[in-house]
């Protein structure tokens, strides 16, 4: 979508903060300052597929979809976690032939402090903030967090029928 209205010179002054901030939530050292303990050392993915089974159970095939990535690859990370103590397969509730993911007691343990760690990583950085540049970063990262989620669902492949049954 190209639009005229002044938004590229905007964008092109965005893209190097933009670049920094997620060079930031990848860095292999950040992540062991943030995360106390074992969540350290995960790979973002990991941390990921951790945040996704928060809630409930997955299929191996919702997993991937939620991370983006190959069925093949969420079995190997869920191996992983696995032998980390994090996630453990299970029966399907109500397909018992299939099978799901889901958090271990440590694995939820993990996943709680991991999102308190995040917690006080924000207050802190929202701190740095006026109050009033404080509620504008929430709301207008909450839009662009929608507008990222809204492109990258616009963008999914569609599945063909051949797929959807293999």
């Known amino acids: ?3 005229s209205d002044g ?15 997620f060079r930031s939530l990848v860095n292999r050292r950040l992540r062991s300052t943030l995360y106390r303990g074992p969540a350290g050392d995960l790979t973002p993915a990991q941390l990921q597929a951790l945040g996704a089974l928060r809630d409930s159970d997955l299929r191996m095939g919702d997993l991937a979809q939620y991370l983006g990535l190959a069925e093949s690859s969420v079995t190997r990370l869920v191996d ?11 029966p399907g509730q109500h397909d018992r032939r299939s099978v799901v993911a889901g958090l271990t007691g ?25 109050p009033d540049e404080r509620v504008d970063a929430v709301r207008l990262f909450g839009r662009l967090a929608d507008a990222l989620a809204s492109h990258q669902a616009d963008r999914r492949p569609e599945r063909t029928t051949a797929a959807a049954g293999a």
């Not at 938004?7 to 901030?21: G, I, Q």
């Open 7 to 21: 938004t590229a010179p905007l964008a092109a002054e965005l893209l190097p903060h933009w670049d920094r901030f």
């Open 106 to 130: 440590p694995g939820r343990t993990l996943v709680r402090q991991m999102e308190a760690d995040r917690r006080t990583l924000l207050v802190e950085l929202l701190g740095g903030l006026e």
């Open 80 to 90: 992983r976690l696995v032998a980390a103590g994090l996630v453990e397969r299970r």
């Open 1 to 3: 979508m190209q639009v």
